[in-house]
């Protein structure tokens, strides 16, 4: 997974955006962001919950870490790009878009993929 790789699952989800906090970019649904790029070269970062931040972390510790300071410990989760594959970074990504959208906007979300329109 690289960069670009990243910013284009990103960028799948409904009403997202790219724009850019602190020089790097960050992708938003809602207004909020949920995932950013380029903190570090090469990760990326998904705002997770501390619980399935947990749960990344087991299941691929050489992918995950958390971030730094109470971002890390609140959710914050670092992927190291180039131990990622897209199945791995779609599915943080996931849990990430619907931490952060609107209720309204996962259930439609969920909905469409249940019906096969996602």
């Not at 903190?39 to 919950?49: E, Q, T, V």
């Amino acid at each position: 997974m690289n960069a670009d790789e990243f910013r284009a699952v990103a960028l799948r989800f409904p009403e997202t955006s790219e724009l850019s906090h602190m020089g790097h970019p960050d992708f938003r649904v809602g207004g909020k962001i949920f995932a950013t790029l380029g903190a570090k070269d090469g990760w990326g970062m998904a705002k997770l919950s501390p619980e399935q931040q947990e749960i990344f972390l087991r299941s691929e510790p050489n992918v995950f870490e958390p971030a730094s300071g109470a971002w890390g410990r609140g959710g914050a989760t670092m992927i190291k790009l180039a131990n990622a594959d897209e199945l791995t970074v779609r599915r943080v990504l996931i849990a990430a878009w619907c931490n952060t959208a609107p209720k309204a906007l996962v259930q439609k979300y969920e909905d469409d993929k249940l019906s096969g329109l996602g």
